[in-house]
């Protein structure tokens, strides 16, 4: 019998392995990045890839939202990278996402394993 991991593509496997409390629990401790208001959620970004249909994107590509903003970006009535292209909207938020994740780092001395971004 073949094993299910041989079955599932490499990088549905990768994604779904993905998956970080510490760094969500750090994530909802942020200001939300469009109003600047606390509590946050962890809002995963799908522009990046690295979700699909019914795939959660990595945790590590989760933004800090309130759930007001939350809602507004999940419903399409907010957009928080601008109007531009869908190529450089996805540079602008893995510039975000980048940036968050060295934060985390200095901040918490727990370091992201580079194949997680």
């Given at each position: 019998?073949?094993?299910?991991s041989?079955?599932?593509?490499?990088?549905?496997?990768?994604?779904?392995?993905?998956?970080?409390?510490n760094?969500?629990?750090?994530?909802?401790?942020?200001?939300?990045?469009?109003?600047?208001?606390?509590p946050?959620?962890?809002?995963?970004?799908?522009?990046?890839?690295?979700?699909?249909?019914?795939?959660?994107?990595?945790?590590?590509?989760?933004?800090?939202?309130?759930?007001?903003?939350?809602?507004?970006?999940?419903?399409?009535c907010?957009?928080?990278?601008?109007?531009?292209?869908?190529?450089?909207?996805?540079?602008?938020?893995?510039?975000?996402?980048?940036?968050?994740?060295?934060?985390?780092?200095?901040?918490?001395?727990?370091?992201?394993?580079?194949?997680?971004?």
């Amino acid at each position: 019998m073949t094993p299910l991991s041989e079955l599932i593509p490499g990088s549905l496997q990768k994604i779904k392995a993905i998956r970080d409390s510490n760094y969500l629990a750090w994530i909802r401790k942020q200001q939300c990045i469009k109003c600047y208001r606390k509590p946050c959620e962890a809002a995963h970004q799908r522009i990046l890839g690295n979700g699909g249909t019914g795939i959660k994107p990595p945790d590590h590509d989760a933004v800090p939202l309130c759930h007001d903003c939350h809602v507004k970006e999940h419903n399409g009535c907010l957009t928080f990278w601008g109007i531009g292209v869908k190529h450089e909207t996805k540079i602008h938020v893995e510039k975000l996402r980048d940036r968050l994740i060295e934060r985390y780092e200095k901040e918490t001395g727990q370091l992201i394993m580079e194949n997680k971004r």
